[in-house]
């Protein structure tokens, strides 16, 4: 789509000359006489930029900026000024014209700042296309993502959708399970109906009952009332079960024959009733573990799990660190700002970064260090990461044959050395490599190992400096 350029000036040989200068640059080019007429013609197709005289009979350039920055804030104004308007131009830029020129001005002054105007447009329109893409293509229900190993979970939401399957999911802490739940509802035909989110943890064992199930009047001390239960307010629906393992067991048991049964017992009461609720339970957790330790009811895990997705670690998917990191950046920002972006350093390190609070942590962190950030650009200074829990912990051996313990808690090191050593260098490898004496070719194998960093940049940069051990690029 071609750019639109209009032209202003009450004069009609100026505006005429002004428009033939203008015909070089790749834009659509339309000429008024007056403010008004102005403001007719971007009535009826709006402009990205308006060059306008300020001096003009009716209404002048300076009404007619105003009106343009308030009706179509993307377009720039540029204003042409006479001898003895100076202070109108001061007064025009701060009312948001784009620049002014004095009169008389040449055809390269004119063409210069209207090109830049154009430039600007064209860099504005390409970053709100680049973040329309990253809203399109990669949200699901609000699951952005663009790693190929999410994949698996946005294809086991859309198989079990349509179903009313019991659904398991299991993740580490933050890393969306209860998104992923409510992306299973919102693709299912359920989706006009309620969606409800139970969770056991911190309650009493007779509260999270009657919360679940209902209860009668006087079932229990201090029950002053009837209460219909999450259950059944999610009829129709779905019911998600959050921490599923944080449930007493005696519960647990109820769960499992409300599911079997499709009917709810309320608390004091002898009749059951019908129940259509799909359940969804979510544990951060290894199932296995859970099982061992007698904290899951074998049979109920059995019931719930016949369907099992299992929601990656961040750690695991790189790819989604800058897409999530720019998604919440744009988040904080309000819709008529531009968001402020990370610098690169900021960004590996980021991505160097073992992330054991998942997407909350990276939320977090964006969050926190936007706030720090003084200027447009974020940078690892900005940026507080927690130290990760390196401690060998006894149970973290338990189902891990000792190679495979030790390759990880090697890597675990690598990376909070790694990590550690580009956030002092602010993410300069050279710089990193001659903190840790080591040579740039070994540190480059360990982010190449550990996919700290893009490849092609890292190669880029030993490329530039003439790395000292070329055979070691491979
Ligand atoms: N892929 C994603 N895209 C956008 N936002 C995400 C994504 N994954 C997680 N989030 C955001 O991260 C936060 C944590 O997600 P969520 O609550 O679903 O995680 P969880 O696994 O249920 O965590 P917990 O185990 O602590 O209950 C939420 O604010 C969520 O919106
Ligand atoms: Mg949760």
Same mark, same amino acid.
């Given at each position: 789509?071609?750019?639109?350029?209009?032209?202003?000036?009450?004069?009609?040989?100026?505006?005429? @000359?002004?428009?033939?200068?203008?015909?070089?640059?790749?834009?659509?080019?339309?000429?008024?006489?007056?403010?008004?007429?102005?403001?007719?013609?971007?009535?009826?197709?709006?402009?990205?930029?308006? +060059?306008?005289?300020?001096? !003009?009979? $009716?209404?002048?350039?300076?009404?007619?900026?105003?009106?343009?920055?308030?009706?179509?804030?993307?377009?720039?104004?540029?204003?042409?000024? @006479?001898? $003895?308007?100076?202070?109108?131009?001061?007064?025009?830029?701060?009312?948001?014209?784009?620049?002014?020129?004095?009169?008389? /001005? *040449?055809?390269?002054?004119?063409?210069?700042?209207?090109?830049?105007?154009?430039?600007?447009?064209?860099?504005?329109?390409?970053?709100?296309?680049?973040?329309?893409?990253?809203?399109?293509?990669?949200?699901?229900?609000?699951?952005?993502?663009?790693?190929?190993? !999410?994949?698996?979970?946005? #294809?086991?939401?859309?198989?079990?959708?349509?179903?009313?399957?019991?659904?398991?999911?299991?993740?580490?802490?933050?890393?969306?399970?209860? %998104?992923?739940?409510? =992306?299973?509802?919102?693709?299912?035909?359920? =989706?006009?109906?309620?969606?409800?989110? /139970?969770?056991?943890?911190?309650?009493?064992?007779?509260?999270?009952?009657?919360?679940? /199930?209902?209860?009668?009047?006087?079932?229990?001390?201090?029950?002053?009332?009837?209460?219909?239960?999450?259950?059944?307010?999610?009829?129709?629906?779905?019911?998600?079960?959050?921490?599923?393992?944080?449930?007493?067991?005696?519960?647990?048991?109820?769960?499992?024959?409300?599911?079997?049964?499709?009917?709810?017992?309320?608390?004091?009461?002898?009749?059951?009733?019908?129940?259509?609720?799909?359940?969804?339970?979510?544990?951060?957790?290894?199932?296995?573990?859970? %099982?061992?330790?007698?904290?899951?009811?074998?049979?109920?895990?059995?019931?719930?799990?016949? !369907?099992?997705?299992?929601?990656?670690?961040?750690?695991?998917?790189? #790819?989604?660190?800058?897409?999530?990191?720019? %998604? /919440? +950046? #744009?988040?904080?920002?309000?819709?008529?700002?531009?968001?402020?972006?990370?610098?690169? $350093?900021?960004?590996?390190? %980021?991505?160097?970064?073992?992330?054991?609070? *998942?997407?909350?942590?990276?939320? *977090?962190?964006?969050?926190?260090?936007?706030?720090?950030?003084? @200027?447009?650009?974020?940078?690892?200074?900005?940026?507080?990461?927690?130290?990760?829990?390196?401690?060998?912990?006894?149970?973290?051996?338990?189902?891990?044959?000792?190679?495979?313990?030790?390759?990880?808690?090697?890597?675990?090191?690598?990376?909070?050395?790694?990590?550690?050593?580009?956030?002092?260098?602010?993410?300069?490898?050279?710089?990193?490599?001659?903190?840790?004496?080591?040579?740039?070719?070994?540190?480059?194998?360990?982010?190449?190992?550990?996919?700290? =960093?893009?490849? @092609?940049?890292?190669?880029?940069?030993?490329?530039?400096?003439?790395?000292?051990?070329?055979?070691?690029?491979?």
């Amino acid at each position: 789509m071609s750019a639109r350029i209009l032209v202003v000036d009450d004069k009609r040989d100026l505006a005429r @000359g002004v428009a033939l200068v203008l015909s070089k640059l790749q834009a659509e080019i339309a000429v008024a006489h007056s403010a008004e007429e102005a403001l007719e013609l971007l009535e009826r197709e709006p402009a990205d930029v308006v +060059l306008s005289d300020i001096r !003009m009979p $009716g209404r002048d350039g300076l009404s007619l900026l105003d009106c343009v920055r308030e009706r179509w804030p993307q377009a720039h104004v540029i204003l042409f000024t @006479g001898y $003895g308007t100076i202070d109108s131009a001061v007064d025009a830029m701060r009312r948001g014209a784009f620049d002014y020129l004095t009169k008389p /001005f *040449n055809n390269d002054e004119l063409l210069v700042v209207t090109e830049r105007a154009l430039n600007e447009i064209r860099d504005q329109q390409e970053i709100a296309r680049l973040r329309a893409e990253l809203r399109g293509t990669y949200d699901f229900h609000g699951i952005y993502s663009r790693d190929r190993h !999410m994949q698996p979970v946005i #294809e086991a939401i859309r198989r079990v959708a349509p179903t009313s399957a019991t659904v398991l999911i299991w993740g580490e802490s933050g890393t969306g399970k209860e %998104l992923v739940a409510r =992306a299973i509802h919102a693709e299912s035909p359920r =989706a006009n109906r309620p969606f409800v989110a /139970f969770n056991a943890a911190a309650l009493p064992e007779t509260l999270a009952e009657a919360e679940l /199930f209902g209860c009668k009047k006087g079932a229990y001390t201090s029950a002053d009332r009837d209460r219909k239960g999450l259950f059944l307010e999610a009829d129709g629906g779905t019911l998600l079960i959050d921490e599923v393992a944080s449930m007493p067991i005696g519960l647990q048991g109820k769960l499992l024959r409300t599911l079997q049964e499709r009917e709810v017992l309320p608390l004091g009461s002898g009749t059951p009733i019908q129940v259509d609720a799909r359940v969804i339970a979510t544990t951060n957790e290894e199932a296995r573990r859970l %099982l061992r330790e007698n904290r899951l009811r074998r049979d109920l895990y059995y019931r719930l799990s016949v !369907m099992r997705i299992a929601v990656p670690a961040l750690r695991q998917r790189i #790819e989604d660190i800058p897409l999530l990191a720019e %998604l /919440f +950046l #744009e988040r904080l920002t309000s819709p008529e700002k531009v968001a402020k972006r990370l610098s690169p $350093g900021a960004l590996r390190l %980021l991505i160097s970064h073992d992330w054991p609070g *998942n997407v909350r942590e990276l939320q *977090n962190v964006v969050e926190r260090a936007a706030l720090m950030a003084r @200027g447009e650009e974020v940078s690892p200074a900005d940026m507080t990461l927690e130290d990760d829990d390196l401690d060998w912990q006894p149970e973290d051996a338990e189902s891990v044959p000792y190679e495979e313990a030790k390759r990880s808690a090697i890597e675990r090191f690598q990376r909070r050395y790694v990590e550690h050593l580009m956030h002092e260098a602010e993410g300069n490898i050279s710089a990193a490599a001659r903190k840790a004496n080591m040579t740039r070719a070994a540190l480059h194998r360990i982010l190449k190992r550990l996919g700290l =960093a893009a490849e @092609g940049e890292i190669d880029a940069e030993l490329e530039e400096g003439r790395e000292e051990e070329p055979s070691s690029l491979v």
